[in-house]
Every structure is written in structure tokens, then in C-alpha cells.
Nanobody, 124 residues
Framework: EMQLVESGGGWVEVGGSLRLSCASS????????MHWVRQAPGKELEWVAG????????KYADAAKDRFTISRDNAKNVVYLQLNSMKTEDTAMYYC?????????????????RGQGTQVTVSL
């Protein structure tokens, strides 16, 4: 059974940092691109970043560029999202997603599977 378990969320002040982790199991982690998405209260799900299966290609939403970094450790089956210079508008539930392909790091595609999420709250 495929599992994606996010962790690392919490409360942080504006300008602070967090590192989110997503532990994966039940599939060949190194064969698939991975993504982070988020959903703020009352808003639609928003793609944040994606990384190819080998970690060579990463892409970001405009809101994440220059502040967030996605990475992965295929030996540990974990994908990370480093959040820096955080803003109140980064407050959301953050989810990791498994792609259906190895190199598909685009914002939207069918066939992705999502974990249960980890809450991030940024306050003044």
C-alpha cells in the first residue's frame, strides 16, 4: 500500500523557516517525480514545487521562487520542502504528492496521489 506521511509543520513567525518532510513507502520512490502542494483556508489547492525522480530538475510556483527549496533523498525515500522568509500568506495545509511519471514536474497533471498533510501557520 502506498503511503505518504508529511511532517515538520508548525507555527512560525514572519521571516522564519521550516523544513517539511514527506516519508514515502509502498512504491519505488526513485521512479517518480514528487510535488508539494498547499491549501489555505477558503482557497483552492495550489501547486508549490515539483522535483524529477532523480532530483536533477526542480520547478516552483512564482509564490515559492527564491524562498522555498524542494529536494529529495532517494536512499531514504523522503522528499523535503525548505521554507524560508515565510509570509503570513504561506499559512496553509501542505501536502506532498506522488506523480505518475518520472520527469513530470509541471504544476498540474492527472494521476497524482496525495498524503494527509501537515499544517503550517505563519503569524506576525
Amino acid at each position: 500500500e502506498m503511503q505518504l506521511v508529511e511532517s515538520g509543520g508548525g507555527w512560525v513567525e514572519v521571516g522564519g523557516s521550516l523544513r517539511l518532510s514527506c516519508a514515502s513507502s509502498g512504491f519505488i520512490f526513485s521512479s517518480y517525480a514528487m510535488h508539494w502542494v498547499r491549501q489555505a483556508p477558503g482557497k483552492e489547492l495550489e501547486w508549490v514545487a515539483g522535483i524529477s525522480n532523480g532530483g536533477n530538475t526542480a520547478k516552483y510556483a512564482d509564490a515559492a521562487k527564491d524562498r522555498f527549496t524542494i529536494s529529495r533523498d532517494n536512499a531514504k525515500n523522503v522528499v523535503y520542502l525548505q521554507l524560508n522568509s515565510m509570509k503570513t500568506e504561506d499559512t496553509a495545509m501542505y501536502y506532498c504528492e506522488k506523480d505518475s511519471k518520472a520527469y513530470q514536474v509541471v504544476a498540474h497533471a492527472r494521476g497524482r496521489e496525495r498524503g494527509q498533510g501537515t499544517q503550517v501557520t505563519v503569524s506576525l
